[in-house]
């Protein structure tokens, strides 16, 4: 599975954006899809996560602030991104997994390469 995100961009404290991930797998559906995201010297982390079913999970720092979605038909998967803050400031990665789990324990064997955002205050 080959992933393409992109969207990131420069944008002002309250701003919304939207990013997308692009997967190359015909079997798409079946995968939970997570985006990451890592800030210059911290970890990379999981902040939201949505299963082949249309389960979400997200992490309490972007709860209300942060949906993710998918379309199958069009193998994306979507993050959209409503309030920045600048702390929501790094690189943001999607990732594909056989689930939710997966995603969670920084196991998912596919990733695609970041994209960055930077909220500016």
């Known amino acids: 599975v080959q992933l393409q995100a992109y969207g990131g961009g420069l944008v002002r404290a309250g701003d919304s954006l939207r990013l997308s991930c692009a997967a190359s797998s015909r079997t798409f559906s079946s995968y939970a899809m997570g985006w990451f995201r890592q800030a210059p010297g911290k970890e990379r982390e999981l902040k939201a996560a949505i299963s082949g079913g249309g389960s979400t999970y997200y992490e309490d720092s972007v709860k209300g602030r942060f949906t993710i979605s998918r379309d199958n038909a069009k193998n994306t998967v979507y993050l959209q991104m409503n309030s920045l803050k600048p702390e929501d400031t790094a690189v943001y990665y999607c990732?594909?997994?056989?689930?939710?789990?997966?995603?969670?324990?920084?196991?998912?064997?596919?990733w695609g390469k970041g994209t960055q955002v930077t909220v500016s205050s």
């Open positions: 990732a594909a997994g056989a689930n939710m789990a997966t995603l969670a324990g920084h196991g998912a064997p596919y």
